[in-house]
């Protein structure tokens, strides 16, 4: 188990960098945490599980407090995951919760739980900004849309990132 002294954190990494940072923090003997999914990926001519981060752009690492600005001189980590201003602290519970998940479920899918498919949200940019609609579904970082004018319905895919929840 881990030492009381240390504290879980998240650092942002840069993109798909996610193992690589494990990789480094391992060869520097820092606690570190990169929950991995199995994933069956189909191509042209095979199947294969494939082992790919669950939280894309995240690891989660064990250190003492005054040593956490330490981290950031590791190559591929960006910066501390914040909350309040401050780096945020993970309790090893939720840690151990991931773990646990994990060794028990395979191809699990990480969802945005504030955005529900019928439920109403705002579009926050485009020629479309401020219209409102229902979300018919959601596909990676995509979401098809259905907005009501002049008595037709229309449907339009838009980033998850232009939508907000009304």
């Known amino acids: 188990m881990s030492d009381s002294s240390q504290i879980w954190y998240a650092v ?39 082992q790919e981060p669950l939280f894309k752009g995240y690891v989660f690492v064990q250190v003492e407090e005054d040593k956490k600005w330490d981290l950031l001189h590791v190559n591929g980590i960006v910066s501390y995951v914040h909350w309040l201003g401050k780096p945020a602290k993970i309790k090893d519970n939720e840690i151990e919760t991931i773990r646990k998940f994990l060794n ?34 959601l596909n990676g970082n995509k979401a098809k849309v259905k907005i ?16 907000e929840v009304v």
């Open 104 to 137: 028990e479920f395979s191809d699990v899918e990480v969802v945005d739980g504030t955005m529900q498919v019928n439920g109403t949200v705002r579009i926050k940019q485009g020629v479309l900004m401020n219209y409102r609609g229902i979300l018919l579904e």
């Open 12 to 50: 942002y990494t840069r993109p798909r960098w996610e193992k690589k940072v494990a990789g480094l923090l391992q060869d520097k003997g820092i606690e570190h945490y990169c929950p991995l999914n199995k994933v069956m990926r189909q191509w042209s001519d095979r199947k294969k599980v494939i």
């Open 148 to 163: 009501e004018s002049m008595g037709i319905q229309l449907s339009a895919v838009f980033d998850k990132k232009n939508l």
